[in-house]
């Protein structure tokens, strides 16, 4: 079973980057297709970014797609979401998820990280 633990949020200015990590414990990280999800204060939780198990297919909601890239490295156990052109509408807590065997259900989830855009 894997574990999740993200960094790497924090404040940048409107159309700055900021790279995400999340890092995974566990032996069977590979099994895992792998999310990236945020959640802004009064709205729903929304899909971001998601990868498949090798990181060959890319998901990308309308909203960030052209602007973020999800990739992994299941040599080192670990997910990145690269945001570049960030807007103040990208600030929220960005959570990591894990789909073990891409059942399509998210089951495994990282505590967060805050990520704030300014103007």
């Known amino acids: 079973q894997v574990r999740l633990v993200e960094s790497g949020g924090g404040l940048v200015q409107a159309g700055g980057s900021l790279r995400l990590s999340c890092a995974a414990s566990?032996?069977?990280?590979?099994?895992?297709?792998m999310g990236w999800f945020r959640q802004a204060p009064g709205k729903e939780r929304e899909f971001v970014a998601g990868?498949?198990?090798?990181?060959?297919?890319?998901f990308y909601a309308d909203s960030v797609k052209g602007r973020f890239t999800i990739s992994r490295d299941n040599t080192k156990n670990t997910v990145y979401l690269q945001m570049n052109s960030l807007k103040p509408e990208d600030t929220a807590v960005y959570y990591c998820?894990?789909?073990?065997?891409?059942?399509?259900?998210?089951?495994?989830w990282g505590q967060g990280t805050q990520v704030t855009v300014s103007s």
């Open positions: 998820a894990a789909d073990y065997m891409e059942r399509r259900a998210y089951d495994l």
């Open positions: 990868t498949s198990r090798c990181g060959g297919r890319t």
């Open positions: 566990g032996r069977t990280f590979s099994n895992y297709a």
